[in-house]
């Protein structure tokens, strides 16, 4: 996509920037990190830091990129010429790149199960036996090498093309699936024998589990499924023409993350507590419990294929966000260009995955401070580099960038009112970067 290139309509972005968000983050990482973490406190700090932290954040790289209307390192040289915060930028394209290389490890696992589908080989299995050889199937470095390669050759090849063509269409089907599907998944979950120890546990908060980790992560987690704090969100808005409205497409995305990540915890956890499983099982979670509910649904398979689908679409879009940070600085509206480095960084970006993927299999011993090369990846990325890149984006905002013209950016498509942004600025200002700068200096036990 040419910088010139805009959004076709208004829902059309906000389905494209929501599909963005809405991803493995939703919907694979959120049950397996609150299921680790205790359940329901965990959910509440998650939607706090969600709505203090997350939704101003993402107003702010909207306005920077709608202001500057450029990828994110030229954006940050148009609105700050001779300094240095484009680094920012180069952050957030390091970040993206060690992200992608871990999430198409698990894209890999979802096109993996459709083949388990497609060939029958899931026929004919118990609960247990689903999560054993699902153990088995991600242990193979034949198999998860081979779906982690497709998952990444079609994110090169959609940004080859440019990330609207197609997507935009797509997502008016994608999400509504999504959504359907899920509901259907929610009503069988919920009303398992057993099910309301699962709903207990997701929403009976017990604090006494809360660490200085369990704030972290609840905060890492926020901006992960938000795509917050790696110039994603600069990307798409540049992309934005003037008149849409940048409040109402932020509170629309929180609120359709929101509702997914909801929707996700109560398909999981009360079927987890109904079939007896451990809700601490970790990356795996999503994947041992899916399948059992599926049994439970007349004409399961077939549903679970639709649902994988859709979970595989919903992981794409963000994917493709991921790869376009990158690419788009690299390229700079060049089309020729574009087409060559999305090869280049996305191949590299898979060569680099491989010990992620093999961390589950071969290396599951190579750790470092307990953790395999997986977990390690996906650390650093969501309570590491977020959480940095998000403080200096909030620090840039409302530090250098000047206030009336960030009001009058945010005025342009919408009515939005003196004392509204004053509030959002008060928090961008103030509470992300302390509030953010605390939760790191707390996990360090600095204070
Ligand atoms: N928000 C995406 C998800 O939940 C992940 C993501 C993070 C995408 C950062 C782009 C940038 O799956």
Known sequence: ????????????????????AIGLGAIWKFPYITGQNG???????FLLFTLILGLPLLVAEFTIGRTAQKDPVNS?????????????????MT??????????????????????????????????????MFGE???????????????IMITIIVITRGVQNGIEQANK??????????????????????????????????????TSGTVLEAMGQSFFTLSVGVTAMITYSAYLPKDQNLPRSAFSIVGMNIMVVLLAGLVIFPAVFAFDLSPNAGPVLVFNVLPTIFSQLPLGMLFFAAFLIVFLFAALTSAFSMLEVIVAVISKGDAAKRKKWAWIIGLAIFVFGIPSTLSYGVWSDATLFDKTIFDLADYMVSNILMPLGALFIAIFVSFKMKKSNLYEELKQGSSIKYGVFQAWFFLIRYVVPILIVLVMLDVLGIW
């Open 95 to 132: 970040t993206v790149f060690i992200l992608l290389s871990f999430y198409s490890v698990i894209g890999g696992w979802i096109i993996t199960y459709l083949g388990k589908i497609v060939t029958g080989g899931l026929n004919g299995l118990n609960e247990a036996q689903y999560a054993e």
């Open 39 to 45: 359940g329901g406190a965990f959910l509440i700090i």
């Open 76 to 92: 940050f040289k148009t609105i700050a010429p001779g300094t240095k915060w484009h680094y920012i930028a180069i952050l957030g």
């Open 137 to 151: 199937t991600i242990a193979n470095p034949l198999i998860t090498l081979s779906a982690q390669f497709i998952f």
């Open 173 to 210: 089907i994608m999400m509504p699936a999504l959504t359907i599907l899920f509901i259907i998944l929610v009503i069988r979950s919920v009303t398992l024998d057993g099910a309301l120890e699962g709903i207990a546990f997701l929403f009976q908060p017990d604090f006494s589990k809360v």
């Open 1 to 20: 996509m040419s910088q010139q290139e805009q959004f076709s309509s208004r829902i059309g972005f906000i389905l494209s920037a929501a599909g963005a």
